[in-house]
């Protein structure tokens, strides 16, 4: 069974300009990666993460309660390299949901 990568970021939520960071460079190849995203307020979820070239990844974030209980749907984000070592990004935009 896969490890799931560990995303973190600074916030309770994302939002178009926050970055995630990931410990080690982002997956090169297409294929969808599990991952678990840790928020600063302690509140986490399940996300799936998914190189879409080069320089995008998608990450699909499924549906989470912040730690004041404030519930978050379910979203998609494109993200987009915030440096030049692969291991942070910044979300670019948010995705229609599929």
């Known amino acids: 069974m896969p490890t799931a990568l560990l995303l973190r970021t600074t916030r309770s939520h994302l939002y178009p300009g926050s970055i995630v960071t990931l410990d080690h460079d982002a997956p090169r190849t297409a294929k969808p990666h599990a991952v678990v995203i840790e ?21 699909a974030v499924d549906a989470y ?34």
């Open 39 to 59: 928020f600063a307020d302690g509140s986490g979820a399940a996300a799936t993460l998914v190189r879409i070239d080069a320089n995008a990844l998608e990450l």
């Open 65 to 98: 309660v912040t730690h004041k209980r404030h519930p978050v749907a379910a979203r998609r984000w494109l993200l987009e390299p915030s440096g030049t070592t692969h291991t942070a990004w910044r979300v670019a935009r948010k995705l229609p949901v599929a």
